[in-house]
T-cell receptor, first 113, second 113 residues
Framework: AQTVTQSQPEMSVQEAETVTLSCTYD???????LFWYKQPPSRQMILVIR??????QNATENRFSVNFQKAAKSFSLKISDSQLGDAAMYFC??????????FGEGTQLTVNP | DAGITQSPRHKVTETGTPVTLRCHQT?????MYWYRQDPGHGLRLIHY???????NKGEVSDGYSVSRSNTEDLPLTLESAASSQTSVYFC????????????FGPGTRLTVL
């Protein structure tokens, strides 16, 4: 079974600084998709970014970018120019054609003014 | 964001009573899912549906049931609520299946006393 591990239960960053959230996964599949979701205090799950495993280029969405290392099975999220509104729980998730969406346990990000 | 609503947003009930949580989406998404979120476990899949009249069990389906009579709705029923089912419940939907992005509703916090 696929597993997703987020080894940092909590992280903090100063406003305007950069922070990287870690995620590793275990799979024997070669074709799969990886996601980062953000859950603010409102509890809404919001898609931040998505990466297709067959793409070598790292996905970016404005201030959010990923470092996808397929051989190492690593999928970290970098948040640049952190803003107070970035404070949330961040979940890494994995899915392949043969499996359902599997989430990590989350990383709680605090942004300090 | 997909138009997904959940009701109620909060519910307190007693052990042994039946409970139905509702999920409604207006995006004409074929695929719908129910998750529960608990501390230390991230989100876990309860049930999912790949279309009208189709339902499937997820990893934590015991004590829950779903039915899909139309595209828009996937109600989650707890036949006899147990304290172990105190959790936050999320509904999600996606256009296609295996690798498509899932969009989440706002969540329902259920407390079983």
């Amino acid at each position: 079974a696929q597993t997703v591990t987020q080894s940092q239960p909590e992280m903090s960053v100063q406003e305007a600084e950069t922070v990287t959230l870690s995620c590793t996964y275990d799979t024997s599949e070669s074709d799969y998709y990886l996601f980062w979701y953000k859950q603010p205090p409102s509890r809404q799950m919001i898609l931040v970014i998505r990466q297709e495993a067959y793409k070598q280029q790292n996905a970016t969405e404005n201030r959010f970018s990923v470092n996808f290392q397929k051989a190492a099975k690593s999928f970290s999220l970098k948040i640049s120019d952190s803003q107070l509104g970035d404070a949330a729980m961040y979940f890494c998730a994995y899915r392949s054609s043969g499996s359902r969406l599997t989430f990590g346990e989350g990383t709680q990000l605090t942004v300090n003014p | 964001d997909a138009g997904i609503t959940q009701s109620p947003r909060h519910k307190v009930t007693e052990t042994g009573t039946p409970v139905t949580l509702r999920c409604h989406q207006t995006e004409n998404h074929r695929y719908m899912y129910w998750y529960r979120q608990d501390p230390g476990h991230g989100l876990r899949l309860i049930h999912y549906s790949y279309g009208v009249q189709d339902t499937n069990k997820g990893e934590v389906s015991d004590g829950y049931s779903v039915s899909r009579s139309n595209t828009e709705d996937l109600p989650l029923t707890l036949e006899s609520a147990a304290s172990s089912q105190t959790s936050v419940y999320f509904c999600a939907s996606s256009v296609a299946g295996a690798t498509d992005t899932q969009y989440f509703g706002p969540g329902t916090r259920l407390t079983v006393l």
